[in-house]
């Protein structure tokens, strides 16, 4: 075990229980993405996102096609 790693877990160890909780479901997390483990997380308390981790978080999946606000010929008679 590497001196960085102890010293993770020991500063883990002196977090209360629920704290310790969330770092382990922020863990299995972690490794459900480079392991591609199933685990099962409805066991494990869900980690709370922060407003500032979840602001941006979707940048990127949603686009506009470039004639978004053109006029719609179905409504041509009405304009």
Do not use: H, W
């Amino acid at each position: 075990m590497t001196p960085l790693l102890q010293q993770v877990l020991t500063e883990i160890d002196q977090l209360d229980p629920s704290e310790q909780l969330s770092v382990m479901g922020r863990l299995v997390e972690r490794l459900n993405i480079y392991v591609n483990v199933n685990v099962n997380a409805t066991t494990l308390a869900a980690p709370r996102i922060s407003r500032q981790e979840l602001l941006g978080c979707a940048k990127g999946l949603i686009s506009m096609s470039e004639d978004f606000d053109a006029p719609l010929a179905d409504f041509e008679e009405y304009m």
